[in-house]
């Protein structure tokens, strides 16, 4: 089979192939077949409809919606329409309705879509709190009891040896606090984090033992926290309410309880489908984890892999779907999860494989699948992954970024890496644009300095040293984007506005510009390859698009009165009126 030995991308909206595809669309010799009430076009065998293009361009993200009035848009959200059916058809052509890859992608989409549907259908389940539960949990995890923490937290674990030879020199603990701890809430006061819980100190990685039983005023050993280190004391206890944590102790007690009602659940069906494990596929998998420290599936071989681990009616788990949904936590497949004998096997299935295959037999068995509904989704779904695998293949598969063409691409593109310029500027911010014009007139006619004018009448109350003085940094460039980008583009001493920006007027003069500076290659790489990869496969994409457009125009047909009726004036009016909003 040929495919097109064309690069690729994914810029569905792209003004360059877009124009080139509905040109190619509406080029033909051959007179259009007589338009049906509601199609907008036809592409092969298959028509577009009217509602289909109006939810397509009501559906579209504000930034990618057309820019164009009138037959313009309705022509853009079209053409970004086709291309999909484009795909399609090139798809049907490659026949990967047949490609394993899909049908994979297709059957674990299905699967989950059935049982997603089956247990939406179930009626809710119904789990009380109790207060002896509420009160025992408080108990349990002692929130009687709060302890205010004071801390010291430092980068380095030699810094906390530093603070604990001080501190045993007699130096005091709040000083110590304000100079080295890069805890900002509490530096400041002498080290004083506030009253913690258990609960609370178990999220802070201080073990309970040290909550438990490190005295009142006693400094604690250095506690590593999440890569930092903590020197700590206990200044003095109080007694916790039950009434400030019933709330949120009930909330984690009903989730308990419910997650193990669905549990129960599953373990229910389980018993009505005869789930069972098949002792020669157990025998089998615990032979291999004997042999190696973690268990692969590539350490079966392929008649071993389908060997049946749990069998139930008319259906089985093997041996290398249970290794393989064990993987799914890596982190616990390493430490030989659900490896080391039956009841670890019996125990790891129910969570990985048993709840979900035991929930799809369970939607079979309700006709789920065969539901017309759920057919279409069915088709829907294989439609799209053969669209995506199409995109794959002459897309993602063609982009790649070599290390040399990344650098190069850094070195000619500073601009995308350099970080944002910062200015110093004199700025009057005014509510109004009368009372800018005003205050512009007094410029002109020399009877006040702008910083004269600002230090009166400026409504903007992060300006730095004094009133007018303003100093913009990088992300202010999304925090106040028109001054910024008003700012960018001033001569330097130059008064400009007035200009609406967020809060008001403003008149501003550029006093200064610090260029911002160009990080090493070393720290842009991954951004320079993902930048230079997206140029790729746009630039791949369009040129996919021009293969198949000129492939295909001869199967494409556009109704041009359907395409305004179903896409009318008003609503692209709309559509463009929300951009501001």
């Known amino acids: 089979m040929r495919r097109l030995s064309t690069r690729s991308g994914w810029g569905l909206y792209s003004r360059l192939f877009i124009v080139s595809l509905f040109t190619a669309c509406t080029t033909t010799s051959e007179e259009p077949p007589q338009a049906e009430p509601g199609v907008v076009a036809r592409i092969g065998d298959t028509i577009l409809q009217a509602g289909e293009l109006r939810d397509f361009a009501i559906s579209t993200p504000q930034n990618l919606r057309s820019k164009q009035e009138g037959t313009a848009a309705r022509q853009d959200y079209l053409r970004s329409l086709l291309v999909k059916h484009l795909l399609y058809l090139e798809a049907q052509v490659w026949e990967l309705q047949e490609s394993m890859e899909v049908q994979k992608r297709v059957a674990a989409s299905w699967h989950q879509h059935l049982i997603e549907i089956y247990r939406n259908e179930q009626p809710p389940i119904q789990v009380e709190v109790d207060e002896e539960e509420i009160r025992g949990y408080f108990e349990k995890n002692d929130l009687g009891r709060q302890r205010q923490l004071s801390g010291i937290l430092v980068e380095e674990e030699s810094q906390a040896q530093e603070v604990l030879a001080k501190l045993a020199a007699g130096e005091s603990f709040e000083d110590l606090a304000r100079q080295y701890s890069v805890h900002k809430g509490s530096a400041t006061q002498g080290g004083v984090w506030g009253y913690i819980s258990r609960q609370q100190a178990r999220r802070l990685k201080i073990p309970d033992e040290v909550f438990r039983e490190l005295p009142v005023g006693v400094l604690s050993d250095i506690l590593p926290i999440n890569k930092r280190y903590l020197v700590m004391r206990f200044l003095q206890d109080q007694p916790g309410s039950l009434d400030e944590h019933r709330s949120r102790i009930r909330s984690v007690l009903h989730a308990g309880k419910l997650k193990e009602a669905k549990r129960e659940q599953v373990r229910s069906l389980a018993r009505e489908f005869d789930w069972k494990i098949e002792s020669a596929g157990l025998d089998l998998l615990l032979k291999k984890a004997a042999a190696y420290p973690a268990v692969h599936r590539q350490h079966f071989s392929p008649r071993e892999a389908i060997q049946p681990l749990f069998t139930y009616q008319g259906d089985q788990v093997t041996v290398g779907e249970y290794v393989d949904a064990l993987w799914e936590d890596a982190g616990r497949a390493?430490?030989?999860?659900?490896?080391?004998?039956?009841?670890?096997?019996?125990?790891?299935?129910?969570?990985?494989?048993?709840?979900?295959?035991?929930?799809?037999?369970?939607?079979?068995?309700?006709?789920?699948?065969?539901?017309?509904?759920?057919?279409?989704?069915?088709?829907?779904?294989?439609?799209?992954?053969?669209?995506?695998?199409?995109?794959?293949?002459?897309?993602?598969?063609?982009?790649?970024?070599?290390?040399?063409?990344?650098?190069?691409?850094?070195?000619?593109?500073?601009?995308?890496?350099?970080?944002?310029?910062?200015?110093?500027?004199?700025?009057?911010?005014?509510?109004?644009?009368?009372?800018?014009?005003?205050?512009?007139?007094?410029?002109?006619?020399?009877?006040?300095?702008?910083?004269?004018?600002?230090?009166?009448?400026?409504?903007?109350?992060?300006?730095?040293e004094e009133p007018g003085k303003v100093h913009l940094h990088g992300r202010d460039r999304y925090v106040n984007p028109q001054l910024y980008e008003a700012v960018q583009a001033a001569e330097m001493e130059e008064i400009v506005g007035p200009v609406q920006v967020k809060g008001g007027y403003s008149l501003f003069k550029v006093l200064r510009r610090t260029q911002g500076e160009l990080p090493p290659f070393s720290k842009m790489a991954r951004r320079a390859h993902s930048l230079l990869r997206r140029q790729k496969e746009d630039r791949i994409f369009e040129e996919l698009i021009d293969e198949l457009l000129e492939k295909y125009q001869d199967r494409i047909t556009i109704y041009q009165d359907e395409l305004e009726a179903a896409l009318p004036d008003t609503l692209i009016q709309r559509l463009a009126a929300t951009e501001g909003d």
């Open 334 to 464: 390493r430490a030989g999860w659900g490896m080391k004998d039956s009841a670890a096997v019996v125990a790891a299935a129910e969570p990985t494989v048993m709840e979900s295959a035991i929930l799809l037999a369970a939607a079979k068995r309700a006709g789920i699948p065969e539901r017309p509904a759920e057919q279409d989704w069915l088709e829907q779904t294989r439609w799209e992954f053969m669209v995506r695998q199409v995109r794959k293949e002459e897309v993602e598969d063609k982009a790649a970024v070599s290390e040399e063409e990344a650098k190069e691409f850094y070195q000619s593109r500073e601009d995308l890496f350099r970080k944002s310029d910062q200015f110093d500027l004199i700025e009057v911010l005014v509510e109004t644009q009368e009372k800018a014009q005003d205050l512009l007139a007094t410029l002109e006619r020399g009877d006040a300095t702008l910083l004269d004018l600002a230090q009166e009448h400026t409504i903007r109350t992060e300006s730095q």
